[in-house]
């Protein structure tokens, strides 16, 4: 067993020991405990009693001290608390600035740095402080503070301060410790008192984080802020023009300048793609993305919050300390403790309140009988003090029966000190009136006792009253939709192959050029023995031999069907089927044949919209086969999984196969959803269904500054807070407008058609005071005129206008046709009058792929397969055709 380290008696021996050995087993075991237990409770770790760490109370205890009404240097302020806190003065000065920068306790006055720049602050000698208002309200009271010795012993320091107020999630703290650490995110003022009053009335209630940046936040995560929980905050991004992206509110942690720096890097590796930035910041944050023509706004706000630090990640763990030890609590359970603290802290102020009201009380009284019984002529024959203080008690006796407790000596000897003069002037009514007064007080003070939750919830509504005022939530709260960084990346380098030898890859320059990619995307190959496998982007990767098929890979992409004709064995039978592939292993090799040795596909296509081809098979004259040529048409297949057999084309050697006719896509239209939770498009079913879309459908979007558009349903699209009509355009069916024309001061509609589906058209005109009031997309809409009332005359009726019959569809410029002459008090839009819709011819049929069954055997049958009409198909790849012979 190791010998146990004594560092008094061993010190001299060790000194001089010519070995120079030294057994540290008992140093680490107790030294780096003190020391750990040292940082943890006193530097990293705030009290829950209060919110603050050591060096935070100091120097809020620092500044009452000083505190004048006027401000102070804060050199001052930290050289005080220096006479408190047994560390330099940076670590003084730097969380003086961090308690500033939250512009909640200390009023602020000179450069104090900027949290959106990420600038420090100027040096503490040109900066001034003083205590908030809120500060004097919430944080002092001498009477029920708690003292210790400084480390010194030369002052009295707090052990808490006396904080009536969740001040410790208002403010939020974050500490690295020794073996522990504490991220606590700042809270929204308003709603924490909110919680305060909930919790006292017994009600439930929830806390989210609002950060001082702004931003956009999913707190779906957030776990209560206790460990395990996670939150995603993002910058605010606008589409400022088609070449233009401005942010305007910055992620919780980060900084203009680290976020520029992150979006330059980005560009650099090819991520992303944009043309220059301006940093425009000053009271708020202003950074202008100005973007290459040709590229998509949408998917470049969607690639900053994949590759940026748009996007920020935080992990919040909440660690405060409870009787001298290290604790973890979620939020709530932090606000909890925080108001029944501050209950017991109010009860305690309005006992302490009701001692001193009952002693001047009692005081008042006295002074009373002293003086309106002439007691003080008592002590006229006394000759010594005793005599004295006798000669008052005895003439207080008959006179004190009413008192709530008994006389003492240093009551009488208070009543020796009164002056002669305020004998003389003594006023009976007024001292009645005082003491009629404090009875009033003492009463209020007891009904407060009696119901102390209600004075609770009445100081914290004051709280709110007083002090809330431009403290709204600044982070706006909503759920995220997952983005793909392969769906946004910018594709930037190009992908190459060798198809005779079996390689694909960045670095094969010399050989045969495929498609842009980026260096995170997959790409899936097909060889002619039937193998596929889908692998990563590098500079070269071997596949296999004979490589038919390459392009990069959309995971879960059930649009893009594969159409395949193979040849089991050397020698067997040919085989047909059609599939998809949405998920893979990645490196892993499939067989898309039966797995037979000189197995063998025939023919491939890869079809983006499901399109079915007609074929033409030609047979080797050999066996008894009577008919050697036949059309097979790749639309009488079903899609099925990767891994079925399909079904019998022939069990006769087949010569070659030519393309007869293109085919047309056989899916379903896509059924899209608006979700208004993120203002995203979706086909999950989440939110509002527009409809069914097919390759040149098209979505209406109306915003409420009169801008009129159409787009394609990209699932990429933001879509802004101001859009008033989103749904699926239908080109004939018009668009009705009730606006305010401001050049002429009068109310216009107007109805219309979108001519150019390809441009943005402004309804209102140039006037920048113009506005629309009413938006409909109905066929026969119907609108409510409310008129305003004159003086002096009765009011008129409200008008209900057919908008149909009142004005002819015309030209989207076209400033339409006056509403009316008089002064309108509002515009309602009511319910169409019925409109039957003309009946549509109905689309061919389709065939539904949503559910792709991977593991399904497709029975080995014959069966008759028709070829269809030639149609356009639009872009496909072009089949791969193999000759037999």
Not at 423 to 441: P, R, T, V
Not at 804 to 833: C, H, M, R, W, Y
Request: proline share 4%; aromatic share 8%; with cysteine.
């Amino acid at each position: 067993m190791a010998e146990q380290y004594d560092p008094i008696e061993n010190t001299n021996n060790q000194q001089s020991s010519d070995t120079g050995l030294m057994k540290v087993t008992g140093m680490y075991k107790d030294w780096f405990l003190d020391y750990a237990s040292y940082v943890i409770l006193e530097r990293a770790v705030p009290a829950i009693e209060d919110g603050f760490k050591p060096v935070q109370r100091r120097i809020m205890h620092s500044m009452k001290d000083l505190d004048d009404g006027r401000y102070n240097k804060v050199a001052n302020i930290v050289g005080h608390t220096m006479q408190y806190h047994p560390h330099g003065d940076a670590s003084i000065g730097d969380a003086m600035v961090q308690i500033g920068q939250k512009d909640l306790l200390i009023d602020t006055q000179g450069n104090w740095g900027n949290l959106l720049t990420g600038d420090g602050a100027a040096a503490p000698r040109y900066i001034e402080a003083r205590l908030s208002k809120f500060a004097l309200d919430v944080v002092y009271n001498p009477k029920v503070t708690e003292w210790q010795l400084s480390y010194d012993g030369r002052k009295n320091e707090p052990v808490n301060l006396p904080v009536r107020f969740p001040l410790l999630l208002a403010q939020g703290a974050e500490g690295i410790a020794v073996g522990l650490s504490t991220k606590i995110l700042p809270h929204n003022f308003l709603e924490l008192i909110e919680a305060s009053i909930n919790h006292l009335k017994g009600k439930k209630f929830q806390l989210f984080p609002d950060f001082p940046t702004g931003g956009i936040a999913d707190m779906s995560n957030y776990n209560d802020g206790k460990r395990g929980g996670r939150i995603r905050i993002r910058a605010k991004i606008q589409q400022l023009d088609k070449n233009t992206l401005v942010i305007k509110e910055i992620p919780f942690g980060t900084n203009t300048s680290t976020l520029i720096d992150s979006i330059l890097k980005a560009n650099d590796k090819g991520k992303i793609r944009i043309k220059k930035i301006e940093d425009n910041t000053a009271s708020e944050v202003e950074i202008l993305v100005h973007l290459p023509g040709n590229i998509s706004p949408d998917k470049t706000i969607d690639a900053l919050y994949a590759f940026t630090n748009c996007e920020m990640s935080i992990s919040p763990l909440a660690c405060v300390i409870i009787d001298n030890k290290p604790a973890f609590l979620g939020v709530s359970e932090i606000l909890r403790r925080s108001t029944d603290h501050t209950l017991s802290l109010l009860k305690e102020d309005l006992e302490i309140k009701l001692g001193d009201l009952e002693e001047q009380w009692h005081f008042s009284s006295l002074e009373r009988i002293f003086i309106e019984n002439r007691i003080y002529r008592d002590i006229e024959e006394e000759e010594t003090w005793e005599g004295v203080i006798a000669a008052i008690d005895a003439g207080l006796k008959p006179h004190t029966t009413h008192l709530k407790r008994a006389v003492t000596e240093e009551d009488i000897v208070r009543l020796t000190e009164i002056r002669i003069k305020r004998i003389s002037k003594f006023d009976l009514e007024k001292a009645q009136q005082k003491i009629e007064a404090l009875e009033d007080e003492i009463a209020q003070v007891k009904h407060h006792l009696d119901h102390l939750v209600e004075y609770a919830i009445a100081y914290f509504t004051r709280l709110k009253k007083d002090y809330g005022k431009g403290k709204e939530r600044k982070t706006e709260l909503r759920i995220f939709e997952d983005i793909e960084a392969t769906k946004v990346v910018i594709r930037n380098t190009k992908l190459y192959v060798n198809r005779k030898e079996g390689f694909i890859g960045t670095a094969l320059r010399r050989d045969e050029y495929v498609t842009d990619c980026s260096d995170i995307d997959d790409i899936i190959c097909f060889t002619r023995d039937g193998k596929m496998m889908v692998t990563k982007v590098e500079p070269k990767t071997f596949i296999g031999k004979d490589i038919i098929h390459v392009a990069v890979f959309k995971k879960k992409d059930k649009r893009t069907i594969y159409n395949l004709i193979y040849r089991d064995g050397k020698k067997g039978t040919s085989y047909i089927k059609r599939f998809a592939v949405t998920s893979v292993t990645r490196d892993r090799e499939y067989d898309l044949t039966q797995g037979n040795k000189g197995s063998e596909i025939l023919y491939f296509t890869a079809n983006p919209n499901g399109e079915a081809e007609v074929v033409t098979v030609l047979l080797r004259q050999v066996g008894k086969a009577k008919k050697l040529k036949f059309d097979v048409d790749f639309a009488d297949m079903a899609i099925r999984g990767r891994g079925v057999k399909g079904n019998i084309v022939t069990k006769y050697p087949v010569k070659r196969i030519e393309l007869k006719e293109e085919g047309v896509s056989t899916l379903k239209p896509r059924r899209i959803w608006f979700d208004p939770v993120v203002h995203r498009l979706n086909v999950d079913e989440r939110g509002e269904l527009l409809g069914e879309f097919k390759g040149e459908d098209r979505i209406l979007v109306i915003d409420k500054n009169g801008i009129v558009k159409t787009i394609k349903p990209e699932l990429s699209t933001h879509f802004s807070e101001d859009t008033l009509v989103l749904e699926k355009w239908v080109p004939k069916k018009p668009i009705t407008a009730i606006y305010w024309e401001a050049e002429r001061e009068r109310y216009y509609v107007k109805r219309f058609l979108v001519e150019n589906p390809d441009r943005e058209e402004n309804i209102l005109g140039e006037h920048p005071k113009s506005f629309l009031e009413v938006i409909s997309t109905d066929y026969l809409p119907v609108a409510e005129l409310v008129y305003s009332k004159l003086r002096g005359k009765p009011q008129k009726p409200s008008d209900v206008i057919d908008l149909e019959s009142f004005i002819a569809v015309k030209g989207i410029k076209a400033i339409g046709n006056q509403l009316t002459t008089e002064k309108i008090k509002e515009i309602n839009l009511l319910d169409p009058k019925p409109y039957v819709t003309p009946e549509q011819t109905a689309p061919d049929q389709e065939e539904d792929q949503e559910d792709i069954d991977e593991s399904t055997t497709e029975a080995p049958t014959e069966k008759p397969l028709k070829p269809k009409g030639k149609e356009d198909s639009g872009e496909e790849s072009q089949p791969t055709l193999f000759d037999t012979e």
